[in-house]
């Protein structure tokens, strides 16, 4: 059973950074392409970034490319989100996801698993 489990989401001021760090058990993370998605509050989940197994494939939410980077590490099998210069409207609840898939798609239905979610709150 793999479990995923975020940590790092907190209250911010607007132009800040915070990152974002998804810790992955039960089973190797290199076997899986690992995503972030976020929810506001009354919205659909929506993408934010992508990475592929083993991290040579990246893809980003057009309002995120530049100011948001996903990178993993493997070995210690963690997969992080560097956000900088945040928005109100970044604020949502942030998720990460792992799917088998090859290549790594940006798709919410494709992505078996999931964690809890971490909370990002950015304020003006």
């Known amino acids: 059973q793999v479990q995923l489990i975020e940590s790092g989401g907190r209250l911010v001021q607007a132009g800040g950074s915070l990152r974002l760090s998804c810790a992955v058990s039960?089973?190797?993370?290199?076997?899986?392409?690992m995503a972030w998605f976020r929810q506001a509050p009354q919205k659909e989940r929506e993408f934010v970034a992508a990475?592929?197994?083993?991290?040579?494939?990246?893809e980003y939410a057009d309002s995120m490319r530049g100011r948001f980077t996903i990178s993993r590490d493997n070995a210690r099998n963690t997969v992080d989100l560097q956000m900088n210069n945040l928005k109100p409207e970044d604020t949502a609840t942030y998720y990460c996801?792992?799917?088998?898939?090859?290549?790594?798609?940006?798709?919410?239905?494709?992505?078996?698993?999931w964690g809890q979610g971490t909370q990002v709150t950015v304020s003006s």
């Open positions: 996801a792992a799917t088998g898939k090859i290549p790594l798609t940006t798709l919410a239905d494709e992505h078996r698993y």
């Open positions: 039960g089973r190797t993370v290199s076997i899986y392409s």
């Open positions: 990475i592929s197994r083993l991290g040579g494939s990246t």
